[in-house]
Nanobody
């Protein structure tokens, strides 16, 4: 059974940093595309960053390029999202997701509904 559990959210001032973690079980990273998504109440879910299955190619939303970095620790079956220079508009619930389809990370970044497995999310609040 595929399970994803996010952690690391919290309250941070604008300009600060947070690192989100997603502990995965029930699958091997090499066989799945992995990604981070976020959602603000009342708005559509937004792709933040994704890693393609197999190649490990990474993709980022324009709004976070240069500030966020996605990475994996295969030995720990954990995916991270390092978030630097946070802005109030980054405030959202952040979700980790995975899928074993044959689409690129860029596809999932723009079509989050393609992901089959989701964590429950962790809240990130950035204050001014």
């Amino acid at each position: 059974e595929v399970q994803l559990v996010e952690s690391g959210g919290g309250l941070v001032q604008a300009g600060g940093s947070l690192r989100l973690s997603c502990a995965a079980s029930g699958f091997t990273f090499d066989d799945y595309a992995i990604g981070w998504f976020r959602q603000v109440p009342g708005k559509d879910r937004e792709g933040v960053s994704c890693i393609s299955k197999g190649t490990g190619d990474t993709y980022y939303a324009e709004s976070v390029k240069g500030r966020f970095t996605i990475s994996t620790n295969n030995a720990k079956n954990t995916v991270y999202l390092q978030m630097n220079n946070l802005k109030p508009e980054d405030t959202a619930v952040y979700y980790c997701a995975a899928d074993n389809g044959d689409f690129s990370g860029n596809y999932y970044l723009s079509w989050s509904y393609g992901m089959d497995y989701w964590g429950k999310g962790t809240l990130v609040t950035v204050s001014t």
